[in-house]
């Protein structure tokens, strides 16, 4: 069984910071790209970052600049670290996992459960 839990969240002032965690933790044998993504109320779930296994990155135009994504492979964990937040910002954010799982040998998209991110003064 694979669990991704974050970590994180919270209310900052426009213009702070927030630095999110997400560890992945069960029966892993790899994990491929992890990633963010949120959804704020009335709207669709939408890529914030992702990352590959090797590092590489994509972002959001929307993010881009103000948000980096980044993995501790021997932890099982990515983080986004986000400045200069906007009240657009908030959502809840979820972490996702590509992975492949060490019992059935098989691949899949995991989920968190998600975190709040508030950005109000």
């Known amino acids: 069984q694979v669990q991704l839990v974050e970590s994180g969240g919270g209310l900052v002032q426009p213009g702070g910071s927030l630095r999110l965690s997400c560890a992945a933790s069960?029966?892993?044998?790899?994990?491929?790209?992890m990633g963010w993504y949120r959804q704020a109320p009335g709207t669709l779930r939408e890529l914030v970052a992702t990352?590959?296994?090797?590092?590489?990155?994509n972002y959001a135009d929307s993010v881009k600049g103000r948000f980096t994504i980044s993995r501790d492979n021997a932890k099982n964990t990515v983080y986004l670290q986000m400045n200069s937040l906007t009240p657009e910002d908030t959502a809840v954010y979820y972490c996702?996992?590509?992975?492949?799982?060490?019992?059935?040998?098989?691949?899949?998209?995991?989920w968190g459960q998600g975190t709040q991110v508030n950005v109000s003064s």
């Open positions: 069960g029966s892993i044998f790899s994990i491929n790209v």
């Open positions: 990352i590959a296994s090797r590092g590489s990155t």
């Open positions: 996702n996992a590509d992975l492949t799982d060490r019992n059935l040998l098989r691949r899949r998209s995991y």
